[in-house]
């Protein structure tokens, strides 16, 4: 079994690629769900996140408020680590788990999605690694479009990630998505194979 790795800038197009290549049969696994079933309540790293940052960081509900904590996190490194610290063992279990799910099925080829994937080194575990890319000035118009955000606060957001530049140096496959749908779908369906072929040796 082979856990390829599916990374890109926020709304690069990431899920929209994720969706693309699960309906054409390949298991994806999501970083960014998994992340969330971490701290579910009830979740030992919720009590945990609890205990580093206070209740502040609970909604109503008791679950854990996610903008809060991002926005509690978002400029101090010294606060990510610790989030990190706690979320991260907790991620890469509960992505063992389902890896390890879908090769009892059978499956050879199995895609995971992991938005920070070269900023958390993981590009030398997840091969190949595909990269979903586009000029930054239509990514930040897509992630204005997308999540309501002004110009102010989408730059703010795209700056905190890996400039495109640098991933594109450590990416095996890069999907261009400047396009329209039809012609990511396109580019997915070419991509299939050449992954399904891929070897890190290059054999
Ligand atoms: N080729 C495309 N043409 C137009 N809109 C697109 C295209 N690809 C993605 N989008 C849109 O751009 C936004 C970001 O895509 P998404 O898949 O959510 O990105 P990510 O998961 O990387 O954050 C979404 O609103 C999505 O529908
Ligand atoms: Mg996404």
Known sequence: MRV????????????????????RGLPMVDA???????????????EQIVGAFGEGV????????????????????GQRKLLNSIVHPRVAELSRERFA???????????????????????????????????????????????????????????AQWPLDRKLAGADFVLWNEGSLAELQAAVEELIPRLRAFSVDGA
């Open 32 to 46: 960014d769900q998994l992340a969330r079933e971490a701290v579910a309540p009830g979740s030992l790293a919720l």
């Open 101 to 159: 799910e879908h090769a009892a099925r059978g499956d050879q080829l199995i895609g995971y999605e992991v938005p920070l994937l070269f900023e958390n080194g993981l590009d030398a575990v997840f091969r190949p690694v595909v990269l979903v890319a586009l000029k930054p000035e239509q990514q930040q118009q897509r992630l204005m479009a997308r999540d309501g955000l002004d110009q102010e606060a989408a730059q703010a957001r795209l700056a």
């Open 58 to 77: 609970l909604a109503a509900d008791g679950s854990l408020d996610r903008k809060a904590v991002a926005a509690r996190v978002f400029s101090d490194a």
């Open 4 to 23: 390829f790795g599916l990374t890109g800038g926020i709304a690069s197009g990431k899920s929209t690629v994720a969706r693309l290549l699960a309906e």
